[in-house]
């Protein structure tokens, strides 16, 4: 196989892992930067000795340009842009959805990708607008899959499967199963650029769930022209590996400049709040006059992004990804809305979380929906119970019958389960409303799946009236310690 | 004044400032280095160039080293370090909380300090250990200030006067109030540390809120060996200006990586979620294979803390410091813990706090206690209104009557308004419970400050219920739209 994808380890439904491609490996999730041929303030070698393993340069620029066309055709991409990683080609879609129309056709784009030699060549499909309506979507999709069954046959081992469909959860999942029975095992997923730009993040998160539920779990997946660090996260824990970024290099041009928590504008700017070299080095004023500004933004920008793709690495290898996707949705109120859809999945998504985490840090009221909830209080059926049981929210009590103890927002446990995941790794604050709450569905669920069983319920004084509220079918002693 | 603290911009209790010593300026929110003379990875003259502009070292060393006392005696503290910027001494106090005792009077620290110029100089305080009862607290308290009675005569200008009182909020504040008597204006927050490593940061929120509100706001207030840059903006938000930091080094010393949002063991980690010069030009295995890794790992613990100053520099500049807070604060949830206690302050806070800024973000629900949600709806009670006055939560409607939209977690506000801070600055996700909840007590302030008003509330369908059930002294109506 030319693509192949290990999955290393996991955590939601992001992963850590290796794709090769050919002879040549890249460790995922990665960023691949976008080298544009006619500005490049920072080299593809250098970005090589940044511990960059896979970059994209668009084939559409080379193929129109008087100036590379024929050395590019003659050297090799690799050749030409001195790197020797794996090198992902686009096709001109991009272009096409911005300028309505480009002058390739699939098939010319798929050979000029083989001549040139990129590792991962791009079909031209039809990125579908996001104010498109369904039959405009259908139609369009439908050409897609034409050239993508062309690009079967053209370019049957390089080509990956772009999944499109519109802002419609099921044409892009009825489009990911199509192409997987194509035989694509690397799909990136379309036309989402719009919906980043606009912040419809909740829609993005509706698109790339259907579509990762159409493909099959080896399949490597590619979030097409997400370059902004504020989002990896999310998109990892959605299930993508790969990105691509011209922002680095698109925000220094504007003036921008990058963290992992959002954009600011050079400008209006008195403090760099990062640790890279360049913002260690300079202080805001010397950037803001130097004629080097944008080289030196750029640089900061691709720091912070690298850096980012890092900090999303080391927590899917310690299980700590919701925790960062936490962290980095509550920067934008519409972040935060695309961090609840995201949960709002968390049903089907538990099934592939991974087993234990290294820890469950409560994070706020949203934190009572992770996965890792769903999970516990799922399994609780699972657990034998004798005649009478009592569970205490107030710790240890002396009594003849089977104790459970209580930690929100899982609900009840028993005591031999105090050191397992999730109840002996997680950490709470105080107790708050919600927690407690979410904690009562996990004794309702306990009752429900063990009829045979009488319980009884202790509660803290504070805590009585909801307890009484959220589990009426039950008797509920008041702890007046 | 040989201390002269300006206030250029403020955010919450926090301020950035100009902090004048003598004829030399450091700005704040500042983070003073630690410097050990018998272990110095990082010179003074190199953290100059990354912008520090003061530092701290322990007067006690020196006083007790055969190696270096006569030196730094007859050359100055200054020239012995080379360094030219504010250098503070500590005068042993937390060698004397760490091993019960010191071989120094309060008298011979002072006068030492004095000798070797140090710019800053701490009398020998008593840090209470926060397991001492409140006697104890008292005794060591009387003390503490006679010894500050003391520095006034023997170093009237450089002596700062640190506040302790041990958890005892009123103690606290009453020695705030007595120091401020005695005349400094450079005051320490001491014994917080066993707090912090205890991670009781509601407990520090009570001691630190307490002390501060014995305190003029133009005292400068340094946080007694808070080094952790996850805890910065907590501390600044609450009125501090100075760290100290030690933990830069202690860490790398223990092979443990410092983040803005936490620790790492580095022997745990496989990649470096950082941008700075370490942690892109190596690989985690380079580092954890590396002779010079202590080296390596202080410099990156150093760079992350000047960057979080940075941080939070830019974040008051904006009027952003609640979001700082909020997304550090939820690194841990016993800072969560922290975080919450410091909102349940903000009706004493609200006056300090400024009175636009860039943007509100909605976070989560801990945004619906902000000081700026506070402060708009005490201010609701000055609008005039007529005899009869709409509440639309569905947007514009048609009505003779004067017309109020909502906005949660605000509440009601004129159309006129819709342009202002807060409402026209703040970016909230879909509506949540809390959210409507809180807009909801703005609506009750409104009715309750003008009885002469009929109220009117016309609700979006599923709000309905809860804004009956908040309002339940008006008529709603139900949009069915």
Redesign the interface.
């Known amino acids: 196989m030319y693509f192949a994808f290990e999955v290393l380890e996991k955590d939601i439904a992001g992963r850590l892992g290796r794709l090769k491609v050919g002879e040549k490996t890249v460790r995922t999730p990665a960023l691949l930067p976008v080298i544009n041929p006619n500005l490049t303030l920072i080299t593809p070698r250098e970005m090589k000795?940044?511990?960059v393993e896979a970059l994209i340069t668009n084939a559409y620029i080379f193929f129109n340009s008087a100036k590379f066309r024929k050395q590019v055709e003659q050297e090799g991409i690799h050749h030409f842009l001195d790197f020797d990683g794996v090198i992902m080609t686009d096709s001109g879609a991009f272009q096409q959805s911005i300028y309505g129309k480009v002058e390739i056709s699939n098939q010319e784009t798929l050979k000029f990708q083989q001549q040139i030699s990129s590792d991962i060549i791009v079909p031209l499909d039809i990125p579908t607008s996001p104010g498109a309506d369904r039959e405009t979507a259908e139609r369009e999709l439908s050409l897609t899959m034409s050239r993508l069954r062309e690009a079967r046959d053209i370019a049957p081992e390089r080509s990956v499967g772009p999944v499109q469909g519109g802002i419609f959860p099921e044409l892009r999942k009825k489009a990911a199963e199509d192409i997987q029975r194509l035989g694509f095992s690397f799909c990136p997923i379309g036309a989402v650029v719009p919906l980043m730009e606009q912040y419809r993040f909740?829609d993005l998160v509706q698109v790339v769930r259907a579509a990762k539920n159409g493909l099959s779990p080896s399949t490597v997946v590619h979030l097409f022209g997400a370059g902004h660090p504020v989002m990896f996260a999310l998109a990892v824990a959605m299930g993508c590996d790969l990105f691509d970024s011209a922002a680095y290099a698109l925000f220094a041009r504007d003036r921008r400049y990058l963290t992992s928590?959002g954009s600011?504008r050079l400008d209006?700017?008195?403090?760099?709040?990062?640790?890279?070299?360049v913002?260690?080095?300079h202080?805001v004023q010397e950037v803001k006059t130097s004629l080097d500004a944008e080289r030196l933004l750029s640089s900061?920008n691709l720091?912070?992004t690298?850096?980012?793709i890092?900090?999303v690495?080391?927590?899917i290898?310690?299980g700590t990804l919701w925790e960062l996707v936490?962290?980095r949705c509550?920067?934008?109120?519409?972040l935060?809305?695309g961090y609840?859809a995201l949960l709002s999945h968390s049903k089907d998504m538990e099934s592939m979380d991974r087993v234990s985490k290294d820890h469950f840090?409560?994070?706020?009221?949203?934190s009572c929906a992770r996965t890792e909830v769903i999970r516990y209080q799922g399994r609780l059926s699972t657990l034998a119970l004798e005649e009478e049981a009592v569970i205490s929210l107030v710790g240890g009590v002396s009594t003849p019958y089977q104790v459970f103890l209580f930690k929100p927002p899982f609900g009840p446990f028993p005591p031999e389960l105090s050191e397992t995941f999730p109840i002996g790794q997680s950490?709470?604050?105080?107790w708050d409303e919600?927690m407690v709450k979410r904690g009562c569905a996990g004794i309702r669920a306990l009752i429900h799946s063990h009829p045979q069983t009488h319980f009884t319920i202790i509660s803290r004084k504070d805590w009585y009236d909801l307890v009484v509220r959220e589990v009426p079918q039950v008797e509920v002693m008041c702890d007046l310690g």
């Not at 209006?268 to 070299?277: L, V």
């Not at 509550?330 to 519409?334: A, F, G, N």
């Not at 950490?427 to 105080?430: A, C, D, H, N, R």
Request: hydrophobic share 25%; proline share 6%; glycine share 4%.
């Open positions: 000795s940044l511990g909740r928590h600011y209006e700017m008195t403090d760099f709040p990062c640790s890279c070299e913002c260690r080095k202080s900061h720091f912070i690298l850096a980012e890092a900090c690495r080391q927590a290898q310690r936490d962290d509550r920067s934008h109120p519409r935060l809305d609840r840090f409560y994070r706020g009221d949203e950490v709470i604050p105080s919600k």
